[in-house]
């Protein structure tokens, strides 16, 4: 391997599998990090350490590092760079020099993010970044505020690109209707990104105005306030929630409409039900987030209802699902267990959140662990069983090469058993009262059975994670030769030799009248 080439590319495809080794890395450390909590967490008071900044600094890590650099980046840098330009029949993305740009701008932010274990004052103000404890910590809430300009700015230009992308280059005869619903739902994430994403930038750049030049946007005794701070940031975070939601479920649709051998059920509901319907109520649900931080009533009871009907177009995408595996001929391979493991967790975390939409339920669960439960289960595993899905599918594709199946499906099922006794158990001690963030859960001794299962359950994930790992490096190394088309698709990433030579195909594809890419035929 030519590490100039690799270092200097262009290539929509590099660029991609250069998005997932930089994610996967930093799922790698967030993944070390939780697995340090739940150990702490393990027994009533100091465990593996007496400090609870120390702890504060893992929790910071663990979401900064799962969310923004791990799966927002895999899912619109790794999977919409390797999949869409394929998918739509381009050599290319439309601009491949910034393209480039943004993956190393990805690589500074996940640096700056790792920089937390070196640098003498740390982070410790969880992902959120909330004031006035981010201004008044000796943590280095600067280092917090560049690692999100930085990530944020790599996901701006990714999302132009796309946008203009898939609007000017697909091939020719590929009509809007007749692209795949991978491509859609990533369309829809980056005009989320685009919308919102400086509203985050803004607000975590106060924070540091706030704290390093006197500023004072969220100090109330010099007339500023902390719940501006909370709006902003979660008039970006919720709707980022669906940034990673969107991608994610269009990967599912992949695996399910080739593996149950059927079309996708009700496109146009799909599309412009579903993927349509989120973007445009996705900013209007941030509330819920508040409910227990003070405002007026109408707006909490305003924002739970639109809280409630967002579910709408959510389960509109699940109906697809459902409607797609109907008398489908379905077989069981790896990716389709894990996409099936995906329709399992989110039903789970969407259920269990329709009562934290709810005002006088939120009252009692916010600061609990049912939050944190039923967060891992809707959007956490979800999306990361997702993730993890469709690089088996398109593994393939990329290597040329197949993995190995029996531990393809071994790491699953250790996966999802894991997965199940770690966040079933925290939703239901949460429920019972255990509240969040807690170091030291001394006043609340009959939760640490319940903490010990979910320490062992957190143990047996981490195995079925780490065996997925080591079965791509492995099938990568020396798996079997893939044929081009190993799972029989018609959609157009599948029509070039795997892996693609640069630029794709020798000349660009066109796709007839009625073509589509779920035209299975049942052999």
Not at 12 to 17: A, D, E, F, I, L
Not at 33 to 56: D, V
Not at 319 to 339: D, N
Not at 488 to 507: A, I, M, Q
Request: charge should be neutral; proline fraction near 6%; include cysteine.
């Amino acid at each position: 391997m030519n590490l100039k080439e690799w270092i200097f590319t262009t290539d929509h495809k590099r660029v991609g599998v250069l998005y997932l080794i930089g994610s996967l890395a930093a799922f790698a450390v967030a993944g070390i990090l939780a697995m340090l909590m739940r150990i702490e967490l393990s027994t009533i008071g100091p465990t593996i350490t007496s400090n609870p900044t120390q702890y504060n600094v893992w929790l910071y890590g663990h979401g900064a590092m799962m969310i923004l650099g791990f799966q927002i980046p895999a899912l619109t840098g790794f999977f919409a760079n390797y999949c869409i330009p394929l998918m739509i029949g381009a050599k290319d993305v439309a601009f491949p020099r910034v393209n480039a740009l943004s993956v190393w701008l990805f690589y500074v932010g996940i640096i700056l993010a790792l920089l937390t274990f070196f640098v003498p004052d740390p982070p410790d103000i969880m992902w959120t970044g909330y004031p006035p404890y981010s201004t008044l910590t000796t943590g280095n809430t600067a280092l917090y505020t560049f690692t999100v300009l930085i990530l944020g700015f790599a996901s701006i230009i990714g999302g132009v690109n796309f946008l203009t992308t898939v609007a000017y280059m697909r091939a020719p005869g590929l009509t809007w209707g007749k692209l795949n619903i991978f491509v859609w739902c990533t369309l829809g994430a980056f005009v989320l990104q685009l919308i919102f994403v400086p509203v985050l930038g803004t607000a975590v750049t106060l924070i540091s105005f706030d704290k390093y030049l006197g500023t004072h946007f969220f100090d109330p005794s010099r007339g500023g306030d902390v719940l501006t701070y909370q709006n902003l940031f979660w008039f970006y975070s919720h709707p980022a929630v669906y940034v990673i939601f969107l991608p994610f479920i269009g990967v599912v649709y992949e695996i399910v409409a080739t593996f149950a051998r059927n079309q996708v059920f009700n496109y146009k509901m799909v599309v412009y039900g579903g993927i349509g319907g989120i973007v445009l109520l996705s900013g209007e649900v941030w509330v819920h987030h508040l409910y227990v931080s003070g405002m007026a009533d109408w707006l909490r009871i305003g924002q739970m209802i639109t809280t409630l009907m967002i579910s709408v177009p959510v389960g509109l995408l699940v109906i697809g699902l459902v409607g797609t595996l109907y008398k489908g001929a379905i077989s069981f391979e790896t990716p389709m267990l894990y996409a099936l493991g995906v329709v399992f967790l989110f039903l789970i975390g969407g259920l269990t959140g329709i009562p934290l939409a709810v005002t006088s339920l939120t009252l009692h669960l916010s600061d609990t662990y049912y939050v944190v439960g039923h967060f891992h289960y809707v959007m956490a595993v979800a999306g990361t069983f997702a993730i993890f899905g469709g690089v088996y599918y398109w593994f393939p594709k990329i290597t040329g090469r197949m993995y190995n199946e029996f531990w393809g499906k071994l790491g699953f099922w250790l996966t999802f058993i894991g997965v199940n006794v770690v966040f079933w158990t925290m939703m239901d001690i949460g429920v019972s009262g255990m509240p969040r963030r807690y170091y030291d859960y001394s006043h609340f001794p009959q939760f640490e059975g319940a903490h010990q299962l979910m320490t062992a359950g957190a143990a047996v994930l981490g195995v079925g994670f780490v065996i997925a790992v080591l079965n791509w490096i492995i099938g990568a190394a020396r798996g079997r030769k893939a044929p081009d088309n190993p799972w029989g698709s018609p959609s157009l990433e599948w029509s070039t030799v795997s892996p693609p030579p640069h630029g794709n195909w020798p000349s660009p594809p066109s796709v007839s009248e009625d073509w589509n890419p779920y035209a299975y035929r049942r052999d």
